[in-house]
């Protein structure tokens, strides 16, 4: 795992100057994707249409079928913790997700937290993004978070957020992106 870049605008993003996985990795995960459940991304407020804030297709990664991953990506996500967010209680609380956006999907803004505290298991306390496939494959797609654009992902790179901020990904205009998003949550911020 790669050290940790952290724009000045804003103390709770961080972004990995280097991939954390590998390219072949990345084609694993996509690979494992093809072969799951294949749904049309949801979101969690009612009072919304859910054309108007998304469009893109997601899998879920069981927990069983990248063990290995998951281990890694916690010992890596504990660490950013510990030195970037100081976060209580912070753990993976959710599968994975892989995102898939066609030509002319998008997510609008929105955050990662719940607004029905009940059926969440856990507060969502950090988000991440890490790009899967090469930024070549695709045109548009850029992941903003509080109004401003990230550096351009690249493959394998990760981006770790605070879950309760407003973030998006711009619709994309040529191709096809797929990223790995996960979430870490815990108990209620004190």
């Not at 609380?93 to 059926?119: C, L, P």
């Not at 548009?140 to 981006?159: C, F, N, R, V």
């Amino acid at each position: 795992m790669d050290i940790i870049r952290e724009p000045k605008w804003k103390s709770y993003v961080v972004e990995t100057t280097g991939p954390i996985f590998t390219s072949k990795l990345c084609q694993e995960i996509i690979d494992l994707s093809k072969t799951l459940k294949k749904e049309e991304g949801k979101i969690n407020n009612p009072n919304y249409e859910l054309n108007a804030i998304r469009k893109s297709t997601i899998n879920w990664i069981p927990f069983d079928k990248m063990q290995l991953v998951y281990k890694d990506i916690n010992s890596f996500i504990q660490k950013t913790n510990r030195n970037h967010f100081g976060f209580n209680d912070v753990e993976i609380t959710e599968m994975a997700q892989v995102s898939e956006y066609s030509e002319g999907d998008f997510y609008n803004w929105h955050t990662d937290t719940s607004i029905d505290m009940d059926k969440e298991p856990a507060v969502r306390k950090l988000s991440m993004t890490l790009l899967l496939n090469n930024p070549n494959e695709f045109k548009g797609g850029d992941l903003e978070i509080a109004g401003k654009i990230l550096y351009p992902m690249k493959q394998g790179h990760a981006t770790i957020f605070a879950s309760f901020l407003q973030h998006r990904v711009t619709p994309v205009t040529k191709g096809i992106r797929k990223s790995l998003v996960m979430w870490f949550g815990g108990e209620p911020f004190k």
